[in-house]
């Protein structure tokens, strides 16, 4: 979104989650407390990650990616989110809707990807557990988080690009809490088929590719939980198999709901619910479904909680 001499507008004024001016004060610090939960939740365990050498491993390799990801994205779109939750108006300029634009379209991609990668990873450990180390070795997991960032990379600059292509006219009112792409194009007054169409191949895109890898990967999983002959061996098996696939299926879902269904079907305001998941209630879960549930991360946050209080 380029401001050149065809566009009049120089600044977004953003609608927000809802006209209920009651309301706002409550929602602040509801969604404050989502954020610090949040930045806590994924900051601790980037730490934690970083600072025990048997946690360097690729499973929690792409967990610390995953961890900076939803703390990059969540801060992009939710403290700007609680700007207008205690202001009247809720301004962006031209250049930083853009900007958030591109690094919000930036981080969903990866982590679309960095979800895939971890499906991936999990495939191989429980199906060719023997292939492990040299199938997931540390030059392939550096390949596959080069892969997932290059994708984030084209799939940001190619939507902010199509916006460029939009004229805003008069109306500078984006009927959202952040520079959304779907937002964007209602408010645009040439908006063509042609954009939308390259917006719903982008994110087909973008949220196909890792959704086959997953269901995939995950379908192979489970075939192998059911050849265990231990019961107690495949519920626990199970139980860590399935809190990641509720994880995954409340990002995914939410994203599909939002981008790829026509608007006549959900109308734009409620696209808020749905961006609403994947913009704050996933990253603040993430962290509690793929580390607390997890007896080596509890126990090395332990020991590290146990070295901070000795000392």
């Known amino acids: 979104m380029a401001a050149d001499n065809t566009s009049s507008v120089t600044e977004f004024i953003l609608a927000g989650l809802m006209d209920q001016p009651g309301l706002q004060l409550p929602l602040f610090f509801l969604f404050l407390g989502f954020y610090v939960v949040t930045m806590v939740g994924n900051l601790g365990l980037i730490t934690l990650i970083w600072l025990n050498s048997h946690l360097h491993i690729p499973m929690y390799f792409f967990l610390f990616n995953l961890s900076f990801i939803d703390f990059s994205y969540s801060s992009a779109i939710i403290p700007k989110m609680l700007m207008w939750f205690v202001s009247k108006k809720n301004i962006i300029s031209y250049s930083g809707c853009s900007t958030q634009l591109f690094f919000f379209c930036f981080f969903v991609v990866s982590e679309?990807?960095?979800?895939?990668?971890?499906?991936?990873?999990?495939?191989v450990?429980?199906?060719?557990?023997?292939?492990?180390?040299?199938t997931v070795s540390p030059q392939v997991c550096l390949f596959l988080l080069l892969g997932v960032y290059r994708m984030a990379v084209l799939g940001a600059m190619a939507h902010t690009v199509n916006m460029l292509f939009l004229t805003f006219c008069a109306d500078n009112?984006?009927?959202?809490y952040m520079c959304d792409i779907?937002?964007?194009?209602?408010?645009?007054?040439?908006?063509?088929?042609?954009?939308?169409?390259?917006?719903?191949?982008?994110v087909a895109i973008d949220i196909g590719v890792p959704t086959v890898t997953i269901f995939l990967s995950y379908g192979f999983i489970l075939s192998s939980i059911f050849h265990i002959s231990s019961t107690e061996g495949r519920s626990k098996a199970f139980s860590t198999c399935s809190s990641h696939i509720i994880a995954l299926s409340l990002f995914f879902d939410s994203g599909i709901f939002a981008y790829l269904k026509p608007p006549s079907i959900i109308p734009?305001?409620?696209?808020?619910i749905c961006t609403l998941?994947?913009?704050?209630?996933v990253p603040m879960l993430n962290p509690l479904i793929y580390s607390l549930r997890n007896k080596d991360v509890k126990l090395t946050m332990n020991k590290t909680l146990g070295?901070?209080?000795f000392f």
Do not use: G
């Open 112 to 123: 679309c990807f960095i979800l895939s990668a971890m499906a991936y990873d999990r495939y």
């Open 277 to 281: 998941f994947y913009t704050t209630v």
């Open 125 to 134: 450990a429980m199906c060719k557990p023997l292939l492990y180390t040299v």
């Open 173 to 176: 009112l984006i009927n959202h």
């Open 268 to 272: 734009l305001d409620q696209d808020k």
């Open 182 to 202: 779907l937002p964007l194009l209602e408010l645009s007054c040439n908006s063509s088929y042609m954009n939308t169409l390259v917006v719903f191949t982008l």
């Open 307 to 309: 070295r901070i209080t």
